[in-house]
Nanobody, 119 residues
Framework: QVQLVESGGGLVQAGGSLRLSCVAS????????MGWYRQAPGKQRELVAA???????NYADSVKGRFTISRDNAKKTVYLQMNSLKPEDTAVYYC?????????????WGQGTQVTVSS
């Protein structure tokens, strides 16, 4: 069974930085395209950054140039470096597999990690 454990969130002032981590178990991580999602209060969950098994990355326009996704296959971990944080980045952040031609997100999501950006 897949288990996803996110960490690294916290309270930070606008303009600050945080680095999120997500450890995945129960899957062949090196072959899995992963993403970071976020859900703000009253809003739907959205994908903000993705990294393919081969290492290529994509970002939502709202975070492009500020967030960087990376992965360490040996540690089965995906990271999200968040710089120049804005109050609108406040949300619970989750990692999961991304939707591709051959896959969908894992049914089981982690607990997420809260990111709060104060103005």
């Amino acid at each position: 069974q897949v288990q996803l454990v996110e960490s690294g969130g916290g309270l930070v002032q606008a303009g600050g930085s945080l680095r999120l981590s997500c450890v995945a178990s129960g899957t062949i991580f090196s072959l899995t395209s992963m993403g970071w999602y976020r859900q703000a209060p009253g809003k739907q969950r959205e994908l903000v950054a993705a990294i393919a098994a081969g290492g290529s990355t994509n970002y939502a326009d709202s975070v492009k140039g500020r967030f960087t996704i990376s992965r360490d296959n040996a540690k089965k971990t995906v990271y999200l470096q968040m710089n120049s944080l804005k109050p609108e980045d406040t949300a619970v952040y989750y990692c999961n597999r991304i939707t591709t031609a051959s896959s969908t997100p894992f049914r089981s999501w982690g607990q997420g990690t809260q990111v709060t950006v104060s103005s």
